[in-house]
């Protein structure tokens, strides 16, 4: 059973900066693929960025460039930097992991982006 808890979301204005984390428990978290994704009101859950074991990184389109995501084992922790944000990007942030073939989610955390 893997738990998954995010933090860091809040109220910015647009060009701003916002660093959310999340920490994982109950499984070996270095050998665990991570990844955050958001939902917007009325959208579909979108994947933003993901970071394998051997930290092989990916990102969306819309955030390649602003956006960087990291973890750190020793904290069995993950983070998603994001900067230059736009209105765009108001959503609920999630943070996903997978462990013997099981998907786990936390409950999100909400970014909101003022124009």
């Known amino acids: 059973q893997v738990q998954l808890v995010e933090s860091g979301g809040g109220l910015v204005q647009a060009g701003g900066s916002l660093r959310l984390s999340c920490a994982a428990s109950?499984?070996?978290?270095?050998?665990?693929?991570m990844a955050w994704f958001r939902q917007a009101p009325g959208k579909q859950r979108e994947l933003v960025a993901d970071i394998t074991a051997g930290n092989n990184i990916n990102y969306a389109d819309s955030v390649k460039g602003r956006f960087t995501i990291s973890r750190d084992n020793a904290k069995n922790t993950v983070y998603l930097q994001m900067n230059s944000l736009k209105p765009e990007d108001t959503a609920v942030y999630y943070c996903w992991s997978r462990s013997h073939d099981m998907d786990y989610w936390g409950k999100g955390t909400l970014v909101t982006v003022s124009s």
């Open positions: 109950g499984s070996i978290f270095s050998t665990n693929p």
